[in-house]
C-alpha cells in the first residue's frame, strides 16, 4: 500500500508521456501503478488497470500531444475505468492541453473545442484537473472542477538565470504574447521587444518590424507553444538581421510539428529551451533543443494537494526552490 501523508496515493501513466509519469513517481517516492491499453483490430482502446484503487486518491499522467485525439481516448476511457473501480478521487495531470488553441469563436460557426474537451473530462468522471501554461487562461472556467494551472516560468526562469547572460532583451513573437513577455523579463530587470508580424497566408508570418531596442543584446523570445516553428524562425532570423547576438527561445510546450526540426537547425536560434510537457520522439532530439524537467513542480503540486495546501507558490520563481 502506497501512502503519502496517510492517504492512498497511486499514480499511473498512460501513453502518451510515460516518462514523465516515471519521473514524478519517483519524485513522490512511489512505484509507478502497473497499467495498459490494448487497441482491437478497429482501433478501439480498452485499458486494464493491474491492481486495486478502491479508495485511493488516483493522479494520471496523460498529456493531451499527438496524436491529439488518441491520447483524449486514452484519457476518458483511463477515467471511466477509475471511476467504475471507485477510486477515492480521480487527478489528471495533463501539462499540455491539446485543442487548447481553440478556445473562442473567431468566425461565424467555428465550435469551441477546448470547451467540448473539458466537458468530456468532466463528464467522465475527473475530479481535478493539473495541467501547465494554458494557451487562453480562460479554459479554467471551462471546468467546474479544481483545475491548477501550473507555470514553467520557474524553470525557464532558473535555466537562463544560470547561464549569467548580461545585456538581455525579452522577446514577444507577436502582440498577444506580450503579457507574456514582460512577466518573464521582470526576473531580470530586461527591456523588452516586440515582433510586429503579419500573416499574409496560413502558416506563413512576415515580420514588419521589431518594436524595441535589440542591437548587441542576447536575445530570449518567450513563447508558449511551438508547432511549426514558422513564427519564431522568422523572428529570430529578423531579430539577427537588426543586430541581436546569441538568440534563444523559451517555450513552455514543444509540439514541434513537421518542419519544425529543419526550420530551427537552420535558423539564427541558438537554443530552444523547452520541457518535457510532450515527450519528443528520437527524431525531434537536437543540440538545438534543451528539455527541461517539470517533474518536481509537478510532484510537489501533487504533495501539496495531498497535505490541503496551496500550490500557488509554486508558480513564482525563487531562487531557494530549484525545480
Do not use: W
Amino acid at each position: 500500500m502506497a501512502l503519502i501523508h496517510g492517504s492512498q496515493v497511486k499514480i499511473f501513466a498512460l501513453s502518451s508521456n510515460h516518462d514523465l509519469g516515471e519521473e514524478i513517481a519517483n519524485y513522490l517516492g512511489l512505484p509507478l501503478s502497473e497499467c495498459s491499453t490494448v487497441r482491437f483490430a478497429d482501433g478501439e482502446v480498452m485499458v486494464n488497470i493491474a491492481e486495486t484503487v478502491r479508495g485511493h486518491d488516483v493522479f494520471v499522467v496523460q498529456p493531451t500531444s499527438n496524436p491529439v485525439n488518441e491520447s483524449y481516448m486514452e484519457l476518458l476511457i483511463m477515467i471511466d475505468a477509475l471511476k467504475r473501480a471507485s477510486a477515492k478521487t480521480i487527478n489528471i495531470i495533463m501539462p499540455y492541453y491539446g485543442y487548447s488553441r481553440q478556445d473562442r469563436k473567431a468566425k461565424a460557426r467555428e465550435p469551441i473545442s477546448a470547451k467540448l474537451m473539458a466537458d468530456l473530462i468532466q463528464t467522465a468522471g475527473a475530479s481535478r484537473v493539473l495541467t501547465m501554461d494554458l494557451h487562453a487562461a480562460q479554459i479554467q472556467g471551462f471546468f467546474n472542477i479544481p483545475i491548477d494551472n501550473f507555470e514553467a516560468l520557474p524553470i525557464l526562469v532558473q535555466y537562463f538565470k544560470d547561464k549569467k547572460l548580461d545585456n538581455i532583451v525579452v522577446v514577444s513573437p507577436d502582440h498577444g504574447g506580450t503579457t507574456r513577455a514582460r512577466k518573464f523579463a521582470l526576473y531580470f530587470d530586461a527591456p523588452i521587444a516586440i515582433i510586429d508580424k503579419r500573416r499574409p497566408r496560413p502558416n506563413v508570418a512576415e515580420v514588419m518590424n521589431i518594436i524595441g531596442e535589440v542591437k548587441d543584446k542576447h536575445a530570449i523570445m518567450v513563447d508558449d507553444i511551438v508547432d511549426t516553428a514558422g513564427t519564431i524562425t522568422v523572428a529570430a532570423n529578423a531579430l539577427r538581421d537588426a543586430g541581436a547576438k546569441d538568440i534563444y527561445v523559451a517555450c513552455s510546450h514543444p509540439i514541434l510539428s513537421h518542419p519544425a526540426i529543419d526550420r530551427i537547425n537552420a535558423s539564427a536560434i541558438k537554443e530552444l529551451v523547452t520541457t518535457n510537457s510532450i515527450r519528443l520522439s528520437e527524431d525531434k532530439k537536437t543540440e538545438k533543443v534543451v528539455q527541461l524537467s517539470i517533474a518536481k513542480i509537478i510532484g510537489q503540486g501533487i504533495l501539496n494537494i495531498i497535505d490541503g495546501k496551496s500550490v500557488s507558490d509554486l508558480f513564482k520563481y525563487d531562487p531557494k526552490n530549484r525545480f
